[in-house]
């Protein structure tokens, strides 16, 4: 990395102009991010925000992940970057190299720097993207302060297969004398991290709960939903202080400082101050939004819940955030309200233990479908979507065990969609499938124990969706394979979402009896209330049709 910054005309000490925050963690360290650069621009600071490829997905387009005062860079300033980047890189390659240009995410990571430098921002965010001891983001030398958010197990072909392990790849971000703060982790994890802050000289502080940053005043309200967010915005408060005081701004009042709690005690870390927020930091964390993560739509009749869950841990929160929603919220009119589920998973995640998290939800429909927003029509039937879900239909039981290598690998190098045109149709129908299967599994395991039955569809029906009948029991959720994200939506919304208004359902959209009669109690709800997890291409998808704003 080293070696294409000075191809690209910068230096390892430029990086230093940047006053760089480094965050990274497992989970919630792209919200830790979100809240904190939102709270310093409150200052009146000029922010740049990066996220790097390897942490998440873009949701709609790759600018996303290059931000300047919370929004993405213009198309016309990504495209002049873009070009002078790619032309000083290809003028100072090595002739006797084949490799003239960086991968992907070291690419956009050296374009970020330059926009950020060219466009003169008064601090940089910068989430790590996986890891941290070899991100290529770690090229940083000197950031202002860094931060771990809560660890957990994920990438583990890459990071290792304990928590310890992968703490260890988060603390290789720690450097000399520059000041870290992390949140309650385990004791093993915070052990590692502890150790790695230890060896490098790193001053390594613990974040108290955001309740006693409350403590004598008001209560503060998060523009993120969830309980886990609480977490994520305690180490954001943490580093935007950090970084103020570091670099002389004043407005940064303490309260009197707290005898040591039994946490601190237990876990043998400095407590970080206990600081009463300033109004701009409580504007700040209300205002804060983060596309994807805990986002309620409310669209008359519907309602839409996204959240890019795709760990255990992840998921768990989801669940809890989804329920503790509906329990909060007001009911409307006097009709039946219907609970669906748009889900998708893909890579090396375990689909069956995610979908067994959602069960509590009580889900009156369970929809499954690709990370493909459309799929194209065709009157061909030997190779039309028709003939293909049909064959899937049929693969399905005796595949089923040996699709893991067939996973989607939608982290590839795709900038106009977030579709993977490397797999075929028939293997995303393949997975969606198995996720039918395991969901059945579930449903039927949940209500009449011992049970064990999921019929196949049969072949030859509507290109558009499969259902695979659930047995008679107690409680039973519809379960429904479409073709594409589109399909899937115009199911669910019936036509009742005031913005996502498709020409027209494709043919046999309504063919299956439970396809049929589930619309008619779509159409005659009082309130539709739609979670969309599992994958964040998945829920990047469903937000391009639904706010068609966020493609422009």
């Given amino acids: 990395m080293k070696l294409y910054l000075a191809r690209s005309g910068l230096q390892v000490e430029d990086l230093d102009r940047l006053n760089i925050i480094h965050i990274t963690g497992t989970k919630g360290k792209g919200s830790t991010c979100a809240f904190t650069e939102r709270i310093l621009r409150s200052y009146g600071l000029k922010t740049g925000f990066f996220r790097s490829p390897g942490s998440s997905p873009h949701l709609v387009q790759v600018r996303e992940r290059i931000r300047i005062n919370g929004q993405p860079i213009s198309p016309e300033l990504f495209t002049k970057h873009f070009w002078r980047l790619y032309h000083r890189l290809e003028e100072t390659k090595d002739s006797k190299s084949c490799v003239s240009m960086p991968a992907y995410f070291r690419f956009l990571t050296l374009m970020a720097f330059h926009v950020f430098l060219q466009e003169k921002v008064d601090l940089a965010v910068v989430e790590v993207g996986i890891g941290g001891a070899y991100d290529c983001t770690n090229i940083i030398r000197k950031p202002v302060v860094c931060g771990v958010s809560s660890l957990g197990i994920d990438h583990t072909s890459l990071l290792g297969d304990t928590v310890e392990e992968i703490a260890w790849q988060k ?68 580093l935007a202080r950090c970084w103020l005081q570091q670099k002389d701004h004043q407005g940064i009042r303490e309260l009197e400082a707290s005898r040591p709690s039994l946490l601190q005690r237990l876990q043998r870390l400095p407590l970080a101050p206990v600081f009463q927020p ?95 927003t459309e799929v194209s029509s065709t009157d061909n039937a030997d190779d039309g979507t028709e003939a293909r879900v049909g064959r ?62 999921t019929p196949s569809p049969e072949p030859g029906g509507p ?79 469903v937000l391009k049709l639904l706010e068609p704003s966020l493609s422009q």
């Fill in 171 to 238: 603390g290789g971000i720690f450097k000399h004398g520059v000041p870290a703060f992390t949140v309650p982790q385990l004791d093993g994890p915070l052990a590692v991290l502890k150790e790695r802050a230890e060896q490098v000289s790193c001053p390594l502080y613990l974040c108290p709960p955001l309740e006693a940053l409350e403590e004598g005043g008001p209560p503060l309200t998060l523009g993120l939903e969830g309980e886990h967010q609480r977490s994520n915005a305690a180490l954001a408060l943490q």
């Fill in 278 to 372: 300033t109004s701009h930091m409580r504007l700040a964390l209300r205002d804060t939004e983060w596309l994807g993560r805990s986002q309620v739509l409310r669209r008359g009749h519907l309602t839409w819940y996204l959240d890019g869950a795709h760990t255990s841990s992840s998921m768990q929160a989801c669940v809890r955030w989804f329920r503790q929603a509906l329990l909060l919220g007001e009911r409307r009119g006097s009709g039946p309200e219907v609970r669906v589920l748009l889900f998708n998973s893909t890579g090396d995640r375990d689909p069956e233990a995610l979908l067994k998290l959602l069960q509590p939800c009580q889900f009156d429909y369970a929809a499954f479908c690709p990370n493909l």
């Fill in 392 to 453: 899937c239909a049929q693969w399905t039981k005796a595949l089923a065990l040996k699709l893991n290598c067939l996973a989607l690998l939608l982290t590839s190098f795709v900038i106009a969609d977030q579709q993977n045109f490397t797999v075929t149709l028939d293997q995303v129908l393949l997975r969606c499938l198995e996720h039918q299967q395991h969901w059945n599994h579930l449903d039927e395991k949940q209500a009449s124990p011992g049970l064990w039955s």
């Fill in 463 to 541: 290109a558009s969706l499969r259902l695979a009948p659930c047995p008679t029991h107690t409680r039973s959720t519809g379960s429904l394979v479409f073709s594409c994200i589109s399909h899937a939506l115009q199911w669910i919304t019936q036509g009742r979402d005031p913005v996502f208004q498709p020409p027209s359902p494709p043919q046999g959209l309504l063919a299956h009896p439970v396809a049929g009669s589930g619309a008619s109690i779509l159409r005659e709800a009082a309130a539709i209330h739609v979670l969309v997890t599992g994958s964040l291409h998945l829920v990047g998808g």
